[in-house]
């Protein structure tokens, strides 16, 4: 079982940046890749990054690639998402979600994740 804490969100600017974080719970977080989900109101929950149990593979979704860097730090069972130069289109919840799987393949769609997070509300205003 795994419990997963996101924070980080918040109001920011068109063109700023925020840094999210997940904390997880549980002693093998490093067997788990994770990832980082979107839903705004009324649409499905979107694929954002994803990144393998080492670090060494990430996936990004078009929408948000070459503006935001996924990491993890596995001694601190956290996985962070850095997003930067956001745009009013980017304003969801974004949720943090973890994948039993240790493999160089990561996992971009949201039925492959086993465990997830309650949300942390990112806002970009114009």
């Known amino acids: 079982q795994v419990q997963l804490v996101e924070s980080g969100g918040g109001l920011v600017q068109a063109g700023g940046s925020l840094r999210l974080s997940c904390a997880a719970s549980?002693?093998?977080?490093?067997?788990?890749?994770m990832g980082w989900f979107r839903q705004a109101p009324g649409k499905e929950r979107d694929f954002v990054a994803a990144?393998?149990?080492?670090?060494?593979?990430?996936a990004y979704a078009d929408s948000v690639k070459g503006r935001s860097t996924i990491s993890r730090d596995n001694a601190k069972n956290t996985v962070y998402l850095q997003m930067n130069s956001l745009k009013p289109e980017d304003t969801s919840v974004y949720y943090c979600?973890?994948?039993?799987?240790?493999?160089?393949?990561?996992?971009?769609?949201?039925?492959?994740?086993?465990?997830w997070g309650q949300g942390t509300q990112v806002t970009v205003s114009s």
């Open positions: 549980g002693r093998t977080f490093s067997s788990y890749t």
């Open positions: 990144i393998n149990w080492s670090g060494g593979t990430t």
């Open positions: 979600a973890a994948a039993f799987k240790r493999s160089t393949v990561v996992v971009t769609t949201s039925w492959g994740y086993d465990y």
